[in-house]
Nanobody
């Protein structure tokens, strides 16, 4: 099993930046991808970005050019810049331990989830 703990959410003004971190523990050798998702009340969970365990990245069009996923000090991070009000959501990191190779965008491909961290842009 893999456990995920997120940190780094908060409140910022439009145009500001935040860095989210996702620390994985447990059977991390089984992790193929770490996905970042966000959700606002009343809407489906939305895929934001994925990073393979080796560091390959993909981004949703809504954040491409403004968000950057990377590995830092054993954690997976999502650096978000030029934040907008429509980026306001609860952000989750998730681990895909069932597939190999490419990362997937669908939330049902991920089998371990962090607790979520609130990002508010005003």
């Amino acid at each position: 099993h893999v456990q995920l703990v997120e940190s780094g959410g908060g409140s910022v003004q439009a145009g500001g930046s935040l860095r989210l971190s996702c620390a994985a523990s447990g059977n991390t050798d089984s992790v193929n991808c770490i996905g970042w998702f966000r959700q606002v009340p009343g809407r489906d969970r939305e895929w934001v970005s994925s990073i393979t365990w080796e560091g390959g990245t993909e981004y949703a069009n809504s954040v491409k050019g403004r968000s950057f996923a990377s590995r830092q000090s054993g954690k997976r991070t999502l650096q978000m810049t030029n934040l907008r009000s429509d980026d306001t959501a609860i952000y989750y990191c998730a681990a895909d331990t069932r597939h190999r190779g490419n990362c997937y965008e669908g939330a049902d491909n991920y089998d371990a989830w962090g607790q979520g961290t609130q990002v508010t842009v005003s």
